[in-house]
C-alpha cells in the first residue's frame, strides 16, 4: 500500500516500510537526515512519478508500506469499551475517530466488510501514527458480531438524535458504542438489538453533528 505525507512517514512503524520514494532535488535535509539515521532504503524519483503513484499531497514523500492486516474479534473480547462503525464511508471522519480512539485510550474500532470505509492512504494520513496503537476489527456481518458481543456480556449504547442524554446515564462495565453512517444513522437490524438509545442534546439550530465530532464526545464520555 502507498501511503504519503512527512508526519506519516516519522509516525510509521520502521518494520512496516518496504521503501520510500523521495522527490529529486528535494531541500528536506531533515527528512533525509532521518531516512539515513534509521537506515531505510529510499529512491529519489521525479515530482511527476509521485503525483502519478498518488493522489493527495505527497509533500514530496512516498512510502510503500505492509498492507494493514486486521484483527479478529476474538483478540478484544477482554477490553471494556469497544467502539463499532456502522457503515461509515467518509474515509477523513474514519482517520479522525481513530485518532480519538488512541486519545481516548480506546484499543479496539470494529467495522463490517460490506459497505463501508477500509485502511487506504488517507485514513493513514488522517489517523497520524494512531493506527499502530488501535486495532481494527474486520467483521462480516455486524449484527452477529454485535450479539456476540452482547452474549459476552457487553451493553449496546447507540447514537441518534433522539435518545436520552448521553450525559444523564451510568454506563455498563462492558459497553460497546456505535457511530452510525453518515446520512443514513443507525441501521435498522442495529437499531433493534440496541440497547440504549444515546443522543448529544443541541442548543442550536443545527440538530446534528459531523460524525467524527459526535464519536468524540461520546467516546470521552463514555470512557
Do not use: W
Not at 528535494?26 to 512519478?49: C, R
Amino acid at each position: 500500500m502507498l501511503v504519503y505525507g512527512k508526519n506519516v512517514l516519522k509516525d510509521l512503524e520502521l518494520k512496516k516500510i518496504r521503501k520510500v520514494y523521495l522527490m529529486e532535488n528535494n531541500h528536506d535535509k531533515e527528512i533525509e537526515s532521518f531516512l539515513k539515521n534509521k537506515h531505510i532504503h529510499y529512491l529519489t524519483v521525479s515530482k511527476k512519478q509521485l503525483d502519478l503513484m498518488v493522489k493527495g499531497n505527497h509533500q514530496g514523500v512516498v512510502i510503500d508500506i505492509d498492507d494493514y492486516n486486521y484483527f479478529s474479534l476474538e483478540t478484544v473480547l477482554e477490553e471494556e469499551f469497544l467502539v463499532v462503525l456502522d457503515h461509515l464511508e467518509d474515509v477523513h471522519n474514519f482517520g479522525a475517530i481513530i485518532r480519538t480512539c488512541e486519545a481516548a485510550g480506546v484499543k479496539s474500532l470494529i467495522i463490517p466488510k460490506d459497505r463501508s470505509v477500509r485502511i487506504n492512504d488517507i485514513v493513514m494520513k488522517t489517523s497520524c501514527g494512531a493506527l499502530d496503537r488501535v486495532k481494527i476489527v474486520l467483521v462480516t456481518n455486524l449484527v452477529m458480531t454485535l450479539k456476540k458481543l452482547q452474549k459476552e456480556d457487553y451493553f449496546i449504547y447507540s447514537s441518534f438524535m433522539d435518545g436520552d442524554d448521553f450525559r444523564t446515564l451510568d454506563y455498563t462495565p462492558k459497553r460497546v458504542l456505535i457511530i452510525g453512517n453518515e446520512g443514513k444513522g443507525i441501521s435498522k437490524a442495529v437499531e433493534e438489538i440496541t440497547d440504549f438509545r444515546i443522543s448529544i442534546p443541541m442548543s442550536g439550530k443545527i440538530n446534528s453533528l459531523n460524525a467524527s465530532v459526535a464519536a468524540g464526545i461520546l467516546i470521552f464520555a463514555m470512557k
